[in-house]
């Protein structure tokens, strides 16, 4: 049987800063992915030493797309990539968002957590809530508007929407479904206001390998240790705990 | 060209998936073909099924990676019901590794394993990231003579002790290991090392130290390996941040048997059988008919 591609290599079309400390990734080629897959990325040979995992921000025929927040070495490395570099990818990996037949979604995303929205606003076909908190500096808000219906802000300063936690201004009751990203305080406030059977949440972990292998990135569940990279990252509220 | 003897089981070559880094091979059957290998060493095992370690479980380090993954594992038992049929299926020799909070664990393990047919067991004497046993039984002359006599006196397989960098005096365990009929040794398993989280003012790990590995331990581990080569009669299987079949060579040179690789399949999920390729690429063009021709030239 024909084995897999390991890491392939893909040419940067665009690399732009989008916000604070926030760039847009934009690759060529014809790649694979459902929202709430990752892919593992690098464009280093040993330093750092292992790639990092992303989230799919959005695929078209032709492209695919990054959200990424400059917080260590190799996002640092990243984001002084140029159209026409080449970058080294290995993905789709994970499980990615689950679909049914819902009439009113709520996405609600903390910082960096709205990167995999996009690709899962387009995917929805019903009304779409989007709850956005920021630190600062709300970013991506407008990439996102055109697939969602109404747009609800909060910030941590005050500087856009309500000052404060975004969860102050979200109601679970009007929603059959709710698909959430961002830190995992934020994550485990929301299992406290939400239906954890509607509750789907896309978690983060510091990750080697991204395949399953190194068990360095598991989450506690009901059923034990779950590895984030090929048992999630996307799990069903009820099953995640955070006190672990 | 690449086969090798390692303590009287044949490897079609000497390259083996380090143990924690490799799970049971499923992972990666995907990206590679697991019959090209030689060996595949198991994630490390315990008698009774481990959770493992709370907290953040890596870290990395310059040229390294820092794991406090704490053995997490199903149980022998459960290995040999739901995995090792699967490993089975193919032709690269299994390795089970095979770890134990105290002398039972270790001693009802090996009786377990006792029942199939898996030709080496790999003693985990070395993992410095577990509370009890692990390391505690490898970093002593007396207590890695201890357990790996009473393996002896129950396995009728072949032994691998994997051996700490952490020990007192590594070549003085390594000789004990030999005396207590030890038919193998691998090393070097990780590292303890600190990492610390300045902002947090706290241990990155919530066992404060962990196991370090990759790139930056290979000058350390290269010269143990040496060290132990020169001091034992049984074979010694190398490992310690290899990363392309250039480190394979000198791990081999040092006076490795066999080699394992365990962080660069983190990187890279074909990177074994790029090393195999790699090794074989060199001998051809260095006009070497045999690894015995070059194993422990340094």
């Known amino acids: ?244 | 060209m690449l086969k090798t003897d390692l303590c009287g089981v044949s490897l079609k070559n000497p390259v083996i998936a380090a143990s924690g880094t490799f799970g049971f091979g499923r992972e990666f059957e995907p990206y590679l073909d697991l019959n090209a290998l030689g060996g595949i060493s198991t994630k490390g095992l315990t008698y009774h099924s481990k959770q493992g370690n709370t907290g953040q479980r890596i870290h990395e380090t310059a040229a390294g990676i820092m794991n406090s993954i704490g053995l997490q594992n199903p149980s022998v038992k459960s290995f040999i019901e739901n995995d090792l049929p699967f490993m089975k299926n193919f032709e690269s020799e299994i390795i089970v590794n095979l770890g134990g909070n105290n002398i039972d664990d270790y001693v009802n393990g090996a009786l377990l394993l006792e029942d199939t047919d898996i030709n080496i067991i790999e003693l985990n004497i070395s993992c410095p990231n577990v509370k009890e046993g692990g390391m505690a039984f490898g970093i002593k002359c007396e207590s890695a003579f201890y357990v790996v006599s009473e393996i002896k006196k129950v396995s009728s397989k072949k032994i691998m002790v994997k051996l700490s960098p952490n020990a007192d005096d590594l070549v003085r365990v390594a000789t004990e290991c030999e005396r207590a009929g030890a038919d193998a040794l691998s090393l070097v398993n990780t590292f303890n090392a600190l990492a610390i989280d300045i902002k947090r003012r706290k241990a990155v790990f919530d066992n404060i130290t962990a196991g370090l590995s990759g790139p930056c331990i290979k000058p350390i581990a290269l010269r143990m390996v040496r060290d132990v080569y020169k001091s034992v009669s049984i074979p010694v299987v190398g490992m310690g941040g290899i990363m392309n079949a250039a480190d394979a060579i000198e791990f081999i040179m040092a006076g490795s048997t066999a080699i394992q690789v365990g962080t660069a399949n983190f990187i890279n999920p074909k990177v074994m059988i790029e090393i195999i390729q790699g090794m074989e690429e060199f001998m051809e063009n260095e006009g070497i008919k045999n690894l015995d021709e070059i194993k422990g030239i340094i």
Not at chain 1, 24 to 35: A, D, I, R, Y
Not at chain 1, 90 to 112: Q, R, T
Not at chain 1, 206 to 231: F, P, S
Request: glycine share 10%; with cysteine.
């Open chain 1, 1 to 244: 049987m024909a084995k897999k591609d390991s890491y392939v290599e893909a040419e940067i079309l665009s690399n732009e800063r989008v916000g604070d400390d926030v760039y847009k990734l934009v690759l060529s080629g014809n790649f694979e992915g459902q929202p709430g897959q990752f892919y593992m990325l690098k464009n280093w040979d040993l330093h750092p030493l292992l790639s990092r995992p992303f989230s799919i921000c959005d695929i078209t025929a032709d492209t695919i797309t990054f959200l990424y927040l400059v917080v260590g070495t190799g996002t640092k490395l990243l984001k002084d990539l140029h159209k026409g570099d080449k970058i080294s990818l290995l993905g789709p990996l994970g499980n990615g968002f689950e679909f049914g037949d819902y009439k009113k979604v709520a996405i609600v995303s903390g910082g960096i957590g709205i990167a995999p929205m996009l690709y899962l606003a387009k995917k929805l076909n019903c009304q779409v809530d989007l709850y956005a908190g920021f630190r600062d500096y709300d970013y991506f808000i407008k990439e996102m508007s055109p697939y969602v219906d109404n747009i609800y802000l909060s910030s941590d300063t005050g500087m856009v929407g309500h000052k404060g936690n975004v969860l102050e201004i979200y109601n679970d009751d009007k929603y059959d479904q709710v698909y959430a990203c961002g830190p995992n305080p934020m994550l485990n406030a929301l299992k406290n206001v939400s239906d954890q059977e509607k509750l789907q949440l896309s978690l983060e972990s510091h990750m080697a390998c991204g395949i399953g292998a190194c068990l360095g990135c598991t989450v506690n569940t009901t059923e034990g240790m779950k590895r984030v990279c090929v048992d999630g990252p996307v799990f069903t509220s009820s099953e995640v705990f955070f006190d672990a």
